[in-house]
């Protein structure tokens, strides 16, 4: 594997695990957010990572073409799960019986897959460095 090679896988890693870490972001801000203009409470999304297909011609090519098989989102759904009720009466969006439909968000599950999404973006960022310091050490050593 040469560097660009690790470069690009790198850099797909990190794109994919930055759509990530504003996905959390975006669920721990609408933690308590009960009305949304589509209606009802925010709903949790949760991001999908898959391999880059490589097709069969690119791994035929791939010593003329440097084709990578990196790391891309493939989806962003909304979590199905229904809406966790809390008795609020005072609450401008309860209902009839004094309960409000609130998101069904964990803070510390999100906090949790937040502190994994920024270690894997760190892992990557650690590699594009660790190959750029190698690139620079083999170009002291041809001089």
């Known amino acids: ?60 090519n791939s010593n003329l073409k440097n084709s990578v098989q990196g790391v891309e989102v493939t989806k962003i759904i909304e979590d199905q799960e229904p809406a966790r009720k809390v008795y609020n009466p005072s609450h401008p969006d309860a209902g009839p019986d004094g309960y409000v439909e609130m998101p069904n968000i964990s803070v510390l599950e999100e906090t949790v897959d937040m502190m994994s999404a920024t270690r894997a973006y760190q892992a990557n960022v650690t590699t594009i460095k660790s190959a750029k310091r190698m690139a620079m050490k083999a170009l002291e050593i041809g001089r």
């Open 1 to 60: 594997m040469d560097i660009l090679t690790t470069f690009k896988v790198s850099a797909s890693a990190l794109k994919a695990n930055s759509i990530r870490l504003n996905t959390i972001s975006s669920n721990l801000a609408n933690v308590e957010t009960t009305s949304t203009p589509e209606g009802g409470p925010y709903k949790k999304k949760s991001v999908y990572f898959e391999s880059k297909p490589v097709s069969f011609q690119e791994q035929l």
